[in-house]
């Protein structure tokens, strides 16, 4: 195994950038979506994918790999907007729990939404960027999450393993 090492000062400056890059651009897009439709990213990511899904449903189980998130979060975060009326649950013949779909109350609110996040996302991440820098981003976006879903289906001794719980 290879002896670990440190990075050198302008790599740790190139992280530092762009974790605190990424974190401000969640932070306004999340305060953008709650000020503006009143919904947080997590509600908007939950209520976008049930939006592309066929009815508007879908298994939680589903629902959870889409996003790729632990079930169990996806639950509490059903419940939480099952409360506030933006989903509600669906249930089989037997009265047992199967699936997610919107209320009128959540297309509502995500249909309201997409337009406004989308000129959001443009204006804080798209407008200043070159053809040439979206391109790299892009090219080094795919390169980052291939590499990483290929380690996801193998851990250190080449037994299965689950990738962890990954941020919205």
Not at 92 to 119: F, M, P, Q, Y
Request: hydrophobic share 40%; proline share 2%.
């Amino acid at each position: 195994m290879a002896k670990p090492r440190t990075l050198e000062p302008e790599q740790w400056e190139l992280w530092n950038s762009w974790m605190q890059a990424q974190r401000l651009l969640a932070r306004e897009l999340d305060r953008d979506l709650q000020r503006d439709f009143g919904i947080s990213k997590t509600e908007f990511s939950v209520l976008v994918t049930l939006h592309r899904a066929a009815e508007g449903r879908m298994r939680v189980g589903e629902l959870a790999e889409s996003l790729a998130w632990d079930k169990s979060r996806v639950a509490h975060q059903l419940t939480r907007m099952e409360n506030r009326d933006l989903v509600h649950r669906t249930e089989n013949r037997s009265g047992r729990r199967i699936g997610i779909g919107l209320t009128a109350k959540g297309r509502s609110a995500v249909e309201n939404a997409i337009l406004g996040h989308a000129d959001n996302i443009r204006r804080y991440f798209f407008e200043t960027l070159t053809p040439d820098q979206a391109a790299a981003i892009r090219v080094w976006s795919r390169q980052v999450v291939d590499r990483i879903e290929a380690r996801c289906g193998e851990d250190a001794d080449g037994v299965a393993a689950e990738c962890a719980d990954q941020p919205e």
